[in-house]
């Protein structure tokens, strides 16, 4: 069974960076499309970028283009979302999530596993 565990919260200032990871356990991560989500309280759930399992292909939310970057290592099994320019609009519980074909989808429905989460709260 396939567990993800995402790394890499905390708290950052706007316009700040910050990166988060997600790692694999129960199984090869290569084999998976994985995407990032995103939820603040009191919102859904949203899809911030995905990543296919070569990495070759990317998809992100218009929120978050220009500023976010996903990209992965299947030598380490990790999975990143790197973030600039952050705004207090971005804090929130942030998800890594796998599926096996990848369709470049940003619906959260459409992912079958699930990371426990990590807080990103942009802050002054």
């Known amino acids: 069974q396939l567990q993800l565990v995402e790394s890499g919260g905390g708290l950052v200032q706007p316009g700040g960076s910050l990166s988060l990871s997600c790692a694999s356990s129960?199984?090869?991560?290569?084999?998976?499309?994985i995407g990032w989500f995103r939820q603040a309280p009191g919102k859904e759930r949203e899809g911030v970028a995905c990543?296919?399992?070569?990495?070759?292909?990317?998809n992100y939310a218009n929120s978050v283009k220009g500023r976010f970057l996903i990209s992965r290592d299947n030598a380490k099994n990790t999975v990143y979302l790197h973030m600039t320019n952050l705004k207090s609009e971005d804090t929130a519980v942030y998800y890594c999530?796998?599926?096996?074909?990848?369709?470049?989808?940003?619906?959260?429905?459409?992912?079958?596993?699930w990371g426990q989460g990590a807080q990103v709260t942009v802050s002054s």
């Open positions: 129960g199984g090869a991560l290569h084999v998976y499309m």
């Open positions: 990543i296919s399992r070569g990495g070759g292909n990317t």
């Open positions: 999530a796998a599926r096996q074909l990848y369709t470049g989808t940003l619906r959260p429905e459409e992912y079958g596993y």
